[in-house]
RNA sequence: GGCCUCGUAGUUCAACGGAUAGAACGAGAGAUUCCGGUUCUCUAGAUAGGGGUUCGAUUCCCUUCGAGGUCACCA
């Protein structure tokens, strides 16, 4: 809430208790619809049944009482419940002020005391590359974290790399069974897709196997468990687990391959992190961490030799933490992991970006570590996001639906080329400006796509209409942006007073005031984890601003005071969407 | 079956418990002596059903229906 609100709220307060001995509820401000008239609205309906007046009689009332004791209020009206307050015009000159010279743009300075928040996103398996589900997450964690940067938290980026398991012995063994020295450079294959081919060739050939074995006469679950590849996968991570130097070394190679490829993604779709977390190197650890819960009796070790613990007071059930033969499980590791970055960062809290199939996980990993009684695990929060649907359906490795994040990324690209080679803009350009050009807007076009829907929902990715720079798009904003640009630089020779003597009309205060919304939508946006209010908010802008250059002629004026005021409020609204589209890890373009 | 999430125009998305539920795409009609025709304006169309709480409910509670997820000594 910018000065303003507050001070009127705080007035409106001492004054129902002053007239009328009303201490609650606390005023709710809202900003006013566009049909009415004024900026700011009191909701006056919870006051009229104590005060006993209508809300017309208690509007007014309040109206003028705000009127004379607020010099920004020039005038109110009153319709049904709400009392639309107009502030004047000199006020929202100087709020346009405050505005431009805020060097953080709406965010807060850094504490560079306080302790840092975790934000844990991507955290991809090593045999697959990465697809659209992964776009979500990335862009979602690296959003996420840029929110609470700019809102002055400290901000520690992590993933943890599920990089041993038997699915990794399975891409091992059919590279060595089929993979003829061949490496990524020799084939000019991506590093995560040259691994991921072989793990698709292990399940293929497995496949074979277990039809062979069923036409030998072996029923078919006794025939999946038989296989001879499964049952190398097998003995290679007893192998990998006791150390074995040639499996460690292969192991080694291939997960160097998958890094590059995904280091490859990650550059191109602009996420980074500040730590990579193992799991094989955190596994153990988890197993030190039950050992310690079992000492304090929050676990218990049954006949078996299997460790558990009983959630069913949280209503999550019995959940085993060790098997039997006392290797750990998922969630183990997860503690280890968990354990492992209160010491590294000492973290306040903690962000956890993984899809919604992972929320019970989620409930039981964070009831465990209360129950352990650390402090800030209650400050975790499962940032739980909806899958990614196609038009077709669901998306399915097996049925060849996925859609693979590199292509993907790449076809944003050209369709972003051939849009601006038809028409014609980007002639006279630079190539590698023309290239930098296309990724922003293909690019662009995705994230925004993505990121304005509010995470918790299941979405819809249609790749022909991501495409369309149409409409409520990434584009649409990058091109208000690039205009504005355009605007700034044809001035530069215009010799524009510096004066701000100009006093805003009714439509530039329409837009000053959605920008004076900024810095609480940041806030709000960053609070709950959602980049989607800044998504929209960016659009909501952007319309604005449309509407009101369609109206008004920022350099074409007799009275070149108006131009410079014009050109300035211009100036905010492209600096305030290049920080909103920043902050969704989207760049905004000088020209297009 | 238990638990969790979601159900809003034809479609994809909005809406701190507040005013006549907003956009976009698609369709139709129009505007521009313009600083860039990826712009703007207008037209048509929705809260799954039923209860409840409230001055006021898309929002909170209950229930029915529908969609998805999850309930492994997988990760």
């Known amino acids: ?23 609650r509820p606390a005023p709710a401000l809202q900003p006013t619809r566009k049909e009415f008239e004024g900026e700011w609205t009191v909701v006056l309906f919870p006051y009229t049944g104590p005060s006993k007046k209508s809300p017309e009689a208690l509007g007014n009332e309040l109206g003028s009482a705000l009127q004379n004791g607020l010099a920004e209020v020039v005038s109110f ?6 009392l639309n307050l107009a502030l004047s015009s000199e006020y929202w000159a100087g709020r346009l002020l405050e505005l431009r010279t805020d060097p953080l743009c709406g965010g807060r300075a850094a504490t560079e005391t306080a302790a840092p928040e975790v934000v844990e996103y991507s955290s991809p398996n090593t045999n697959k590359p ?33 990089d041993r398991g038997i699915h990794i012995c399975k891409s091992m063994v059919a590279y060595r069974q089929f993979g003829k020295g ?24 497995y496949k074979l196997q277990v039809e062979q074995l069923k036409a030998e006469g072996i029923q078919e679950e006794l ?16 192998q990998w687990e006791a150390g074995h130097a040639e499996v460690r070394a292969l192991w080694q190679q291939m997960n160097s391959w998958v890094y590059s490829g995904f280091e490859h993604t990650y550059r191109t779709l602009g996420v980074r992190f500040d730590r990579n977390y193992y799991e094989s190197e955190t596994y153990l650890l988890g197993k030190s961490v039950v050992e310690s819960g079992l000492a304090t009796g929050v676990f218990e070790r049954r006949a078996d030799g299997s460790v ?22 998922y969630i183990t590791q997860d503690l280890g992991t968990a354990l492992s970055r209160f010491e590294d960062y000492g973290m306040q809290s903690m962000v956890y970006v993984v899809g919604n199939e992972q929320e019970y996980h ?137 004066s701000h003597s100009v006093l805003p009309d009714t439509g530039a205060v329409v837009l000053i005031r959605q920008l004076d ?40 004026n007799e009275d070149s005071a108006v131009s410079a005021f014009r050109l300035a409020l211009s100036s905010e609204v492209a600096r305030t969407l290049r920080k909103a589209m920043g902050l969704l890890g989207i760049d905004c373009p000088e020209r297009m």
């Open 130 to 162: 990465l697809h659209l589900g992964h776009i979500r997450n990335n862009l979602l964690g690296h959003s996420v974290a840029e929110l609470l940067e700019a809102t002055g938290r400290k901000v520690v980026r992590v993933q943890v790399i599920n």
């Open 362 to 498: 989620f409930q039981v990993l964070f009831a465990i570590l209360k129950r352990l009684g650390y402090d800030w695990a209650k400050a975790l929060f499962h940032l739980s996001y909806g899958m990614v649907r196609l038009p077709e359906g669901k998306m399915k490795s097996r049925e060849g639906t996925v859609v693979d994040a590199d292509d993907l990324l790449e076809e944003m690209v050209q369709t972003a080329r051939s849009i601006s080679e038809e028409l014609g803009k980007t002639e006279g350009m630079e190539e590698a400006e023309k290239e930098a050009l296309y990724r922003m807007l293909g690019h662009g076009a995705l994230k925004y796509f993505i990121l304005k829907v509010d995470p918790v929902k299941e979405m819809l990715f249609n790749p022909k209409e991501s495409i369309d720079f149409d409409g409520h798009t990434g584009p649409f904003i990058q091109y208000a942006h690039a205009r504005i640009r355009s605007l700034e630089r044809k001035a530069r020779d215009m010799n524009l007073p510096e």
């Open 308 to 329: 558990w613990i009983d959630l069913s007071a949280e209503k999550l059930d019995e959940k085993l933490l060790l098997r039997k033969d006392g290797t750990s499980v």
């Open 223 to 238: 025939a999946a468990k038989q296989a001879p590849l499964l049952l190398e996968a097998q003995e290679m991570l007893l």
């Open 77 to 82: 009206n009153v319709v049904k419940g709400f």
């Open 1 to 23: 809430m910018s000065g303003i609100s507050a001070r009127i709220a705080d007035f409106t307060a001492a004054w129902l208790k002053d007239q009328y001995q009303i201490e």
């Open 517 to 556: 919304q900024w810095p609480a939508v940041l806030e709000a946006a960053a609070t709950a984890y959602n980049p989607a209010l800044v998504a929209n908010y960016a659009y909501e802008l952007t319309k604005l601003f449309n509407g009101w250059y369609q109206q008004n002629s920022v350099l074409n």
């Open 182 to 205: 061949e490496t990524p450079e020799s084939t000019g294959l991506k590093g995560d897709h040259f691994v991921g081919k072989y793990y698709v060739e292990f399940d293929r050939a």
